[in-house]
């Protein structure tokens, strides 16, 4: 594939392409074949290090870039992305699997962050205001953080990098980014794109590594990061705080997820069904907001499956590259695997399967869409995030059965609920422990939005007029008045 062979494979350190010191590579496969597509460049400790080196010696300079500067950096890099949609699309169907229609949409939504950026960078601001006792003024700026690691999830190549990076450049801070050792090309690309928007040598340098802890936690413990974000799980996610605690490294956590999806009996049904599709199908729910428990009123319950099933079971799987297809791979079969032994374990327990359910034949990580009722409280799906195309039907009575069971984990990302009654859809939403909460609707990420969960869901927001905050830090003077 000519996008493949056209993306560097070597380390991104100090703004040049530099193979791993060891000279080891990692290969990168395609999901949807278990074929090996490249590959590239397999950093060790010491290639980290040079990587935070080059960040820091980046990073005076590139805070004392013009806001407008960087906007128009950012600026520059959304039109590049935008022109070069197809080729972007087609390399992160190749490595992640996702149809070419989503990794479409995922140009689109993953390229808007480098444009909100673009206009938050030039809108950083402070204050000033007289102490109360008359005796100074006090004068506050905001300052970029410093250094930052941003480390990327393999779900969403392209935006999980762009809405960590675009608000780090915006705000003046230097980057290391580490992508995911299974998606790493669309990184690899973006480092080019924003190379040739004009981004300075070492404010983006970026590391692939097969031996994450390893490479991530020297770097962490050294004394020169100042800001970690990290998207991916919440077992990680805990260990990455603990070892964020010695340097004090301020930390921004999205992690694990569980989501409820409540359909009240008041629900448009046409409205929940095609609202829980999106919820549940968008990625091969292979998303941290993907729904994961979905709560039916009796009264729906039967209507609802039926309809549901049906429209899972009319999605075509197949290679992402292949026309018509609705549904690409999982990321590697331990992910199908798993998303199996959940489907598995609910049937043992006493659930239906409506449709699917059925490990396929052939090569590559494929899952048929899977719908199941009647689980029971110890089905181990109830607890687990299962990342896959699995859509586990529970039932309720009373709003505040449904509102208990939603809220009984120990996450807190997304919620959807799907009701026509106003005051219970404020009454519920504002008791549902989530972050982020859909309402009759199942799509909640927005680039204007703050993404970001609660409980062991992690810590601060991305996006949104917040998302920069996190890359800034407080700074004050006192002035004395004279008086």
Request: charged share 20%; glycine share 10%; hydrophobic share 45%.
């Given at each position: 594939?000519?996008?493949?062979?056209?993306?560097?494979?070597?380390?991104?350190?100090?703004?040049?392409?530099?193979?791993?010191?060891?000279?080891?590579?990692?290969?990168v496969d395609n999901p949807a074949t278990g074929e090996e597509l490249c590959r590239v460049a397999d950093a060790s400790p010491a290639d980290?290090?040079?990587?935070?080196?080059?960040?820091?010696?980046?990073?005076?300079?590139?805070?004392?870039?013009?806001?407008?500067?960087?906007?128009?950096?950012?600026?520059?890099?959304?039109?590049?992305?935008?022109?070069?949609?197809?080729?972007?699309?087609?390399?992160?169907?190749?490595?992640?699997?996702?149809?070419?229609?989503?990794?479409?949409?995922?140009?689109?939504?993953?390229?808007?962050?480098?444009?909100?950026?673009?206009?938050?960078?030039?809108?950083?601001?402070?204050?000033?205001?007289?102490?109360?006792?008359?005796?100074?003024?006090?004068?506050?700026?905001?300052?970029?953080?410093?250094?930052?690691?941003?480390?990327?999830?393999?779900?969403?190549?392209?935006?999980?990098?762009?809405?960590?990076?675009?608000?780090?450049?915006?705000?003046?801070?230097?980057?290391?980014?580490?992508?995911?050792?299974?998606?790493?090309?669309?990184?690899?690309?973006?480092?080019?794109?924003?190379?040739?928007?004009?981004?300075?040598?070492?404010?983006?340098?970026?590391?692939?590594?097969?031996?994450?802890?390893?490479?991530?936690?020297?770097?962490?413990?050294?004394?020169?990061?100042?800001?970690?974000?990290?998207t991916g799980s919440t077992q990680v996610g805990r260990i990455l705080l603990a070892q964020c605690a010695d340097t004090v490294i301020r930390?921004?956590?999205?992690?694990?997820?569980?989501?409820?999806?409540?359909?009240?009996?008041?629900?448009?049904?046409?409205?929940?069904?095609?609202?829980?599709?999106?919820?549940?199908?968008?990625?091969?729910?292979?998303?941290?907001?993907?729904?994961?428990?979905?709560?039916?009123?009796?009264?729906?319950?039967?209507?609802?499956?039926t309809r549901l099933a049906a429209r899972m079971a009319a999605l075509t799987v197949g290679d992402g590259t292949a026309p018509g297809t609705?549904?690409?791979?999982?990321?590697?079969?331990?992910?199908?695997?798993?998303?199996?032994?959940?489907?598995?374990?609910?049937?043992?327990?006493?659930?239906?399967?409506?449709?699917?359910?059925?490990?396929?034949?052939?090569?590559?990580?494929?899952?048929?869409?899977?719908?199941?009722?009647?689980?029971?409280?110890?089905?181990?799906?109830?607890?687990?995030?299962?990342?896959?195309?699995?859509?586990?039907?529970?039932?309720?009575?009373?709003?505040?059965?449904?509102?208990?069971?939603?809220?009984?984990?120990?996450?807190?990302?997304?919620?959807?609920?799907?009701?026509?009654?106003?005051?219970?859809?404020?009454?519920?939403?504002?008791?549902?422990?989530?972050?982020?909460?859909?309402?009759?609707?199942?799509?909640?990420?927005?680039?204007?939005?703050?993404?970001?969960?609660?409980?062991?869901?992690?810590?601060?927001?991305?996006?949104?007029?917040?998302?920069?905050?996190?890359?800034?830090?407080?700074?004050?003077?006192?002035?004395?008045?004279?008086?």
């Amino acid at each position: 594939m000519t996008v493949v062979r056209d993306v560097p494979k070597q380390l991104f350190i100090g703004g040049g392409w530099q193979d791993a010191e060891s000279g080891r590579t990692l290969a990168v496969d395609n999901p949807a074949t278990g074929e090996e597509l490249c590959r590239v460049a397999d950093a060790s400790p010491a290639d980290g290090r040079r990587a935070v080196e080059a960040a820091v010696a980046a990073q005076a300079s590139w805070a004392a870039t013009p806001p407008r500067t960087r906007s128009e950096i950012l600026r520059r890099a959304y039109d590049l992305i935008i022109a070069r949609t197809e080729d972007l699309a087609l390399l992160m169907t190749l490595e992640m699997g996702k149809p070419l229609a989503e990794a479409r949409a995922e140009v689109a939504y993953g390229a808007e962050f480098f444009r909100w950026f673009s206009e938050e960078a030039v809108r950083i601001d402070g204050g000033l205001m007289t102490a109360p006792d008359g005796r100074n003024r006090l004068l506050v700026t905001r300052r970029p953080v410093g250094p930052c690691l941003l480390i990327t999830p393999w779900n969403f190549p392209l935006a999980m990098g762009t809405r960590k990076i675009g608000p780090a450049i915006a705000a003046g801070c230097t980057i290391v980014l580490k992508p995911a050792p299974q998606t790493p090309l669309t990184s690899l690309a973006l480092a080019e794109i924003l190379t040739e928007a004009g981004l300075p040598d070492g404010v983006l340098n970026i590391i692939v590594t097969s031996d994450a802890p390893g490479v991530i936690e020297p770097l962490l413990r050294g004394g020169q990061i100042r800001k970690l974000s990290f998207t991916g799980s919440t077992q990680v996610g805990r260990i990455l705080l603990a070892q964020c605690a010695d340097t004090v490294i301020r930390t921004s956590m999205e992690l694990g997820g569980n989501a409820p999806l409540i359909v009240f009996d008041d629900a448009d049904l046409d409205v929940a069904v095609e609202g829980t599709m999106v919820a549940k199908m968008r990625n091969m729910g292979e998303s941290c907001c993907a729904a994961n428990r979905i709560y039916v009123h009796t009264s729906l319950a039967e209507a609802f499956a039926t309809r549901l099933a049906a429209r899972m079971a009319a999605l075509t799987v197949g290679d992402g590259t292949a026309p018509g297809t609705d549904v690409g791979p999982l990321i590697d079969v331990a992910g199908r695997s798993k998303a199996h032994d959940l489907v598995q374990d609910a049937v043992k327990r006493g659930a239906t399967v409506l449709t699917g359910g059925e490990l396929p034949e052939g090569p590559g990580s494929f899952y048929p869409p899977t719908v199941l009722t009647g689980i029971t409280p110890d089905a181990a799906i109830n607890d687990t995030e299962v990342f896959g195309p699995v859509a586990a039907l529970l039932t309720f009575d009373t709003e505040e059965e449904a509102v208990t069971a939603a809220n009984d984990t120990e996450f807190g990302l997304a919620a959807y609920l799907f009701t026509q009654n106003l005051d219970r859809a404020l009454r519920v939403a504002e008791r549902l422990e989530s972050g982020m909460i859909g309402l009759n609707t199942g799509l909640v990420s927005n680039p204007a939005a703050p993404f970001g969960g609660i409980k062991q869901s992690g810590l601060g927001r991305e996006g949104g007029t917040v998302g920069i905050g996190e890359f800034l830090e407080y700074k004050y003077l006192a002035i004395p008045t004279g008086a």
